[in-house]
């Protein structure tokens, strides 16, 4: 039988890799579970400037305390714990007057983590300073392409070298974070006014409602309502076509007294006599206040029913209150009240006076289109072709809701905004 030939060893590497990590043992099937994590090292937090200047002044409190006691103690506190070491407390003291300085360049550096890197302070001056002028003085918005062109300007008017001039327009998301600049669209109808008049204005009607207390503070004014007007922009994967928009409109007519106690209800003004949908009932008899005429608008002849209303309700009451309201043509009446105080205010100034026009109504028309946009959704789920369909007894409805949802401390904060009322 011949020999088994011998097998030849495994040559041995050179080189031989290095073994790897040992596995860990498994635990015993038997052993109990836990939900114990390994204890790993805390990171250090990247602090704010408001953060360190709250450091800074415990340290000026706890001069007895080391900076290695300070970085323990605030390590360890249950709430307010920040992370730090030694050597970074040690260097923020050292920058201590740079750090107080950048509060009172940038209104937000409270809140920075970071300081912002500025290549050139005399320009970024005085663009702030041109931004404030602008918001302040003409009472204008700027755009991110009006901050470019102003800073080109200033560039060139400073001689700022070529490789040190801002290419682009990428720092004007850094330049408004800094000085808290954000894209707002404008409310009311604030036209071009000398601030002195509106001055002068509020002064005049706080010596008037002066002797009138909070509750008999009563402001009116009007506002046009498209209640069946769908939502003019959206959120979509692709460009939408416009619908074709509903002009229906009505004229409301609101009061209400300055701590919010008092919302008289809305006067409608519509188009038709007798609306279809509300089945031959007078208005009266559904809750509503509705008058109409071909405009839909307020008229003088509307006014004065209003404010003859409105006078024997404060007759039987007792009482005697101030009504301040816009001088629209629509305003002059020929009737006298007895128990009312009708005041106008100046022409072209109540977007600055006027407490309805300075967010009640905004906030009344908001709310309303929030309802409106909540039914649409109701009507798509039960399967409406047209989810935007809505008849004037059920707008009417709507927007009752919507203004009894407007609260005192809206329309109180309203009143204070206008700076029309005297000192308590």
């Given at each position: ?16 890799r ?6 860990n043992?498994?635990?015993?099937k ?19 400037l ?50 107080e300085?950048?509060?009172d ?9 970071r ?12 663009l702030?300073l ?6 302040n ?15 080109r ?8 070298p070529?490789?040190e ?13 800094t000085?808290?600049?954000?894209e ?15 001055e002068?204005?509020?002064a005049?009607?706080k ?35 416009g ?9 409301l007519?609101?009061a ?22 509300f ?14 005429n ?15 209303r ?42 600055y ?21 909540k ?23 709507m ?19 206008t ?6």
């Open positions: 039988m011949p020999e088994l030939e011998k097998k030849r060893a495994p040559r041995e590497p050179k080189n031989p290095p073994s790897k990590r040992p596995r043992p498994a635990p015993p038997d052993a109990p579970r836990t939900s114990a994590q390994t204890i790993v090292d805390e990171k250090r937090q990247n602090l704010t408001n953060d360190w200047l709250t450091v800074l002044a415990f340290v000026d409190k706890h001069k007895d305390m080391t900076q290695a006691e300070i970085v323990a103690h605030y390590g360890s506190l249950r709430e307010g714990r920040l992370i730090f070491t030694q050597g970074t407390l040690s260097r923020k003291l050292a920058q201590r007057a740079h750090l300085k950048r509060v360049l940038h209104p937000t550096a409270l809140s920075m983590k300081e912002r890197v500025v290549t050139r302070p005399d320009v970024e001056r005085a702030v041109w931004v404030q002028h602008m918001e003085d003409r009472l204008e918005t700027v755009t991110g392409q009006m901050l470019a062109q102003k800073r300007h200033f560039e060139d008017l400073f001689e700022v070529e490789n001039r801002l290419v682009g327009e990428g720092w004007i998301g850094s330049f408004k974070k000085y808290n600049l954000k707002r669209r404008r409310h009311g109808e604030a036209a071009s006014v000398d601030l002195e008049a509106v002068a204005e509020r005049r009607m010596i008037i409602l002066a002797t009138y207390a909070p509750r008999d503070r009563f402001n009116a004014d009007e506002t046009s309502l498209f209640p069946m007007a769908p939502p003019d922009r959206g959120l979509c994967s692709k460009q939408m076509s619908k074709k928009l509903n002009k229906f409109r009505l004229t007519l609101f209400v007294n300055e701590d919010g106690s008092e919302k008289l209800p809305p006067f409608f003004i519509g188009y038709s006599r007798q609306p279809r949908c089945n031959k009932k007078l208005p009266e008899s559904l809750g509503f206040y509705y008058r109409n071909k405009k839909a608008w307020m008229t003088k002849v509307f006014f004065q029913e209003w404010i003859v409105l006078d024997n309700d404060m007759r039987q009451q007792n009482r005697y209150i101030c009504v301040t309201i816009d001088n629209f043509t629509g305003h002059d009446i020929d009737y006298t009240p007895t128990n009312i105080n009708l005041q106008f205010f100046r022409p072209n100034l109540t977007s006076v006027q407490p309805c026009d300075a967010g009640i109504i905004r906030t009344f028309k908001a709310k309303y289109r929030a309802k409106f946009c039914r649409a959704v109701q009507l798509d789920e039960a399967g409406e072709e047209d989810i935007y369909k809505i008849n004037l007894l059920e707008a009417m409805m927007a009752r809701e919507a203004w009894d949802e407007v609260t005192p401390e809206t329309i109180a904060n309203c009143w204070h905004h700076g029309i009322l005297p000192s308590r």
